[in-house]
């Protein structure tokens, strides 16, 4: 049993949550923490342990509850603590009670924190930051479809960039980094830098896609995408792809595929019961989340495109002030608001609940309480929908009626208690799943190179790269008419059709430079055999396109056949290397 604590006090009633051998297990009668926050923090925090409460109390009609423990952070925590802003025994209680939810923090300043929230993700090693963005139908939005929209960020938290180790330019310190990196390392870079240093490993890699693979098993999600500037920052940002893919292998190689291997063993049809693994270069992430959110899912980042995607994510569904949050380890987990403290605002009883009460449904589900979570879920979108709002989205939406934070609750409450038919609208919900992933699915399988491209994969083999619109013509044919065929297809050459022997073949433009006009052939009369080249060099669909590069150099080639067994399904040329390359960027 843990030393009694100063001002905490922990409930008359119910048991903590606890984690035995890795598995969170939930009392039904569960002790929770909360911190109230500051500035605004206590207006939304009492509205939002109303209406959680009201969900719990609806959905387990009194089989569960929640026993709140408060614990103190901030403001709060200094007037107590005696000026003590982060006090140790409120990080031992968050790590005692296993699931907390927060409201924001003022940083005091000055008080030697960079950041209170940094404080607190590094002494509880809080690696991951879980953000949820999907849109609710009422809530303004800058996209045509916001629906559309519905991922799960997992943002690793304590490596990359914000790691804190820099070297402010001018100092002692940078001057010897310098001085290392330029001597030793032979780094060229201008005078007067400030120097950061970006450390990424394979542990803290992989214990965020451990988290982000997990997640997406236990919720029925379709795929993991990992996040990265690999074509850049190699060693970094490339190490955390290839790390990602590792742990997949061989953590979760029974219940996951690549996307490679969807599109060339599984011809695009997802398997029963697999996750599709995935990766996407950052800048075409930003790309795709506006022009098909609907192909991702589960996310996994580094820390700094983490902090960028989340919340450009969330304003795309109007969600900048509602955005819900968590901080989580493999024992501990935080749920917090996500904006901040919003001073100007504070015990003024107007602002948005949304963040911490969306906060608080995440907690629900991690619970396990997912009912009382799709409770929320289910009557904010209504009761958004009839006008009843925040200041906040008051001032976007034409006609809707200002509501207070407690007034905006008490609309929840009404409609959580006025009966809700949960298993019927959790079903309609299902059936549109599906639906969207059978149409996904549909697109994958009839035009596999277009919906590669168009949802931003980075080709990897030459069969994704290939041309399958073969032009074939037969050995009998005239050059003249062989012209035509390519003039009116638009192609730069043609596949000759097997001869006796079984040879394929191949006409190219330039074999009517080289092989009829400099060679002062008429085109009328001469066959496509006279000039085809053969046999036609090919290689298998799977071949990489660093080894296809390899064949096009050494043999000064300019395309190449690709076979599927002894059929020629395809070209690869030059361009499309070239435009593959251009586009996506080149990943060793
Ligand atoms: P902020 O508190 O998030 O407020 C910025 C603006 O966002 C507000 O003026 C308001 O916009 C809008 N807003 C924020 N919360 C809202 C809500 N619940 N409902 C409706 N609108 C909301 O950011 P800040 O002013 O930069 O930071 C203030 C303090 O918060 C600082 O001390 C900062 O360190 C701290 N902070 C804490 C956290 C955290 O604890 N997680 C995060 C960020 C910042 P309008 O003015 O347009 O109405």
Not at 270 to 280: F, H, L, N, T
């Amino acid at each position: 049993m843990s030393a009694a604590y100063r001002h905490i006090k922990l409930p008359a009633v119910g048991e903590k949550a606890v984690i035995r051998n890795g598995k969170l297990h939930v009392p039904d009668q569960a002790i929770i923490g909360f911190v109230e926050g500051d500035g605004i923090g206590p207006d939304i925090t009492k509205a939002c342990l109303r209406v959680w409460d009201a969900a719990v109390a609806k959905a387990y009609a009194g089989r569960r509850k929640i026993h709140w423990c408060e614990t103190f952070l901030g403001e709060k925590a200094a007037g107590l603590y005696d000026g003590n802003y982060c006090p140790d025994e409120t990080l031992r209680a968050l790590r005692e009670l296993v699931i907390s939810i927060k409201g924001p923090l003022t940083t005091p300043v000055g008080g030697g924190f960079r950041s209170l929230n940094v404080a607190l993700r590094q002494e509880l090693d809080l690696y991951a930051c879980v953000r949820p963005v999907r849109h609710y139908a009422g809530v303004p939005s800058p996209l045509k479809q916001p629906g559309k929209v519905d991922v799960v960020i997992f943002r690793e938290n304590t490596e990359d960039v914000y790691a804190g180790i820099e070297y402010k330019a001018g100092t002692p310190e940078n001057a010897r980094v310098t001085k290392f990196l330029r001597e030793e390392m032979k780094a060229k870079f201008f005078d007067g830098s400030g120097i950061g240093i970006k450390p990424i490993s394979a542990f803290g890699t992989k214990r965020l896609v451990r988290k982000a693979i997990q997640y997406a098993i236990d919720h029925g999600r379709e795929s993991v995408t990992l996040v990265h500037k690999g074509n850049i920052m190699k060693f970094t940002e490339g190490a955390f792809r290839n790390w990602g893919y590792e742990l997949a292998r061989e953590e979760f190689g029974s219940v996951t595929i690549t996307e490679e291997q969807l599109y060339a063993e599984y011809k695009g049809k997802q398997p029963e019961g697999k996750i599709v693994i995935k990766d996407r270069i950052a800048d075409i992430m930003f790309q795709m989340m506006l022009l098909r959110p609907e192909e991702f899912d589960v996310l996994a980042t580094p820390n700094l495109n983490g902090d960028y995607l989340s919340d450009a994510v969330a304003a795309e569904v109007g969600g900048m002030g509602i955005a819900p949050g968590a901080n989580i380890s493999d024992n501990i987990a935080v749920f917090e608001a996500t904006h901040g403290t919003a001073p100007k605002y504070a015990n003024q009883n107007k602002v948005n609940p949304g963040s911490l009460l969306f906060s608080g449904v995440m907690m629900l589900e991690y619970m396990g309480w997912k009912e009382a979570a799709d409770l929320i879920s289910l009557v904010y979108p209504e009761v958004v929908s009839d006008g009843i709002v925040t200041y906040d989205f008051a001032r976007q939406i034409e006609g809707a009626k200002e509501v207070g934070t407690s007034q905006f609750a008490d609309a929840l409450i009404e409609r959580i208690q006025g009966g809700i038919d949960l298993e019927a609208k959790r079903k309609a919900q299902q059936e549109q799943l599906i639906k969207e992933r059978k149409q996904r699915e549909i697109r994958r399988l009839l035009q596999p190179m277009e919906e590669m491209v168009s949802t931003g994969r980075a080709p990897q083999t030459v069969g994704e790269l290939m041309t399958r619109a073969l032009i074939t013509v037969g050995d009998g044919e005239t050059i003249e008419s062989t012209m035509h065929t390519m003039h009116q297809n638009n192609v730069s050459c043609v596949v000759v059709e097997p001869n006796a022997q079984g040879e394929w073949g191949i006409v190219t433009r330039r074999d009517i430079v080289t092989k009829i006009v400099y060679a002062n052939r008429s085109t009328a009369t001469t066959k496509v055999k006279d000039i085809a080249s053969r046999p036609l060099f090919s290689v298998p669909v799977e071949t990489s396109l660093r080894e296809a590069s390899r064949l096009l150099a050494d043999r000064n080639f300019s395309r190449l056949a690709i076979a599927q067994g002894d059929k020629i399904i395809g070209i690869v040329t030059e361009t499309d290397v070239f435009n593959a390359v251009e586009r996506f960027g080149w990943v060793e």
